[in-house]
């Protein structure tokens, strides 16, 4: 079965994450895309390296069905390679600073100038304008930035998120932008510039804090796992372990409350509506305690799980892996790699077409692994593409 996107050309110049997961995704459904690295590796291809070749795990995740090409794009030589792939292109993706798109051609006018209804898929720490447009950042500025930090934990230290969920939101982001994009100009022939920012993504996750605030100054501060604006919602301790319970509405409630077989919380106005819960939530909070303390993990998990009441263990990386829902859902799809000792088990894209799914046909590609094929295609012959090699550009 053919992807929806094939015959989509994309040329992914991207780093770290918020650029390279928007080609993961259109190519695991279907486009071609060119990685194009440094001629000794960029630097995400070495993130918390886990094999022989010091290819690390990030890499691994977000570079499958991708073919590499090495490349010096400040080179003569690379800038004409450069033209010829944006000639074949329909797609450049580059989250990098505006001065160094333009220092390597990359910037819209020098693409338009090449393939007129090219589309640029770009995205910065801070976007614009403004005063901070020029500066640089990674996932956890716009963390601290939105007001997710400082809401998180128990405020004294603020903690931010382990995982990158702003660069991550910035890369679904453009990925959605792309598609439009493209939509667009398969109705009107015109290439455009899809811009995300990891900022602005942050703040769009904490909208409706913020909304709050400027609304109705709540002036909210942490409380570490507990909810806010609703209850029982907490990580409880277990006998064997950590349990998450949020109840969000008054049917969950009513479940909630049949469950501890008690029919007071329920005339008490307490605890009248979701707000008052979250208000009176330490009191909830320490019934729910009390009831998980005398389980284990599965015990609880499986019985608020037949009420239908939400819940999750909090499980260690291993044991998420290891979960069975997740296995025989197939999320996770295990990919060979040369020099690590064990397949990679590589998260699918976490979004299923029934008609047109995608998948990951190849696994992430060695450093340079398809420059020949590349060039070849480009009407390179081999004499020509050693000369590059000699002379630095490949």
């Known amino acids: 079965m053919t992807g929806v996107l094939e015959g989509i050309r994309v040329l992914d110049f991207g780093r770290y994450i918020a650029g390279p997961y928007v080609a993961t995704l259109l190519a695991e459904f279907g486009a071609d895309v060119i990685r194009i690295e440094k001629r000794e590796g960029s630097e995400d291809r070495f993130v918390t390296p886990i094999g022989a070749g010091g290819e ?11 073919r590499s090409l090495t490349l010096d794009p400040m080179t003569p030589g690379g800038q004409e390679i450069i033209a ?65 930090v ?27 932008g792309t598609l439009a994009a493209l939509m667009e100009r398969g109705k009107s022939g015109r290439g455009q510039v899809v811009e995300g920012a990891l900022l602005a993504t942050a703040l769009t996750f904490v909208n409706a804090t913020l909304i709050e605030q400027a609304v109705i100054s709540a002036d909210r501060v942490p409380t570490g796992n507990r909810g806010q604006t609703t209850a029982p919602s907490d990580i409880y301790r277990t006998r064997d372990g950590w349990v998450l319970c949020q109840v969000t509405g008054q049917p969950l409630f009513e479940r909630w409350a049949r469950l501890m077989g008690e ?12 707000l008052k819960r979250g208000e009176n939530g330490v009191a909830v909070s320490e019934r729910m305690a009390r009831w998980c303390a005398e389980r284990t993990t599965s015990e609880a998990v499986d019985t608020l799980g037949k009420a239908r009441i939400p819940s999750g263990p909090v499980l260690s990386p291993q044991q998420a892996l290891d979960h069975p829902h997740v296995q025989a859902a197939e999320f996770m799809q295990d990919v060979d790699y040369p020099g690590l000792p064990r397949a990679a088990p590589l998260s699918r894209a976490p979004v299923r077409l029934s008609a047109t799914p995608g998948g990951i046909r190849m696994r992430p590609p060695k450093l340079g692994e398809h420059t020949d094929l590349v060039l070849a295609e480009l009407g390179y012959d081999a004499a020509a593409i050693a000369r590059l090699r000699e002379c630095g550009v490949v």
Request: with cysteine; proline share 7%; hydrophobic share 40%.
């Open 56 to 66: 690390g795990a990030l890499f691994m995740q977000i570079n499958r069905n991708k």
């Open 84 to 148: 010829k792939l944006v000639a074949t292109a329909d797609v450049v993706i580059a989250n990098l600073p505006p001065q160094t798109l333009k220092a390597m051609r990359l910037d819209y006018e020098s693409l338009k100038a090449i393939k007129p209804d090219i589309i640029l898929t770009t995205a910065s720490a801070f976007g614009g304008p403004g005063p901070w447009s020029e500066r640089v950042g990674f996932d956890g500025i716009g963390q601290v930035m939105s007001g997710a």
């Open 150 to 176: 400082y809401m998180t934990g128990q405020g004294d230290p603020p903690y931010r998120a382990s995982v990158n969920w702003v660069d991550f939101g910035t890369a679904l982001h453009c990925a959605f």
């Open 263 to 274: 029919d007071f919380w329920l005339t008490d106005p307490r605890f009248s509506d979701d």
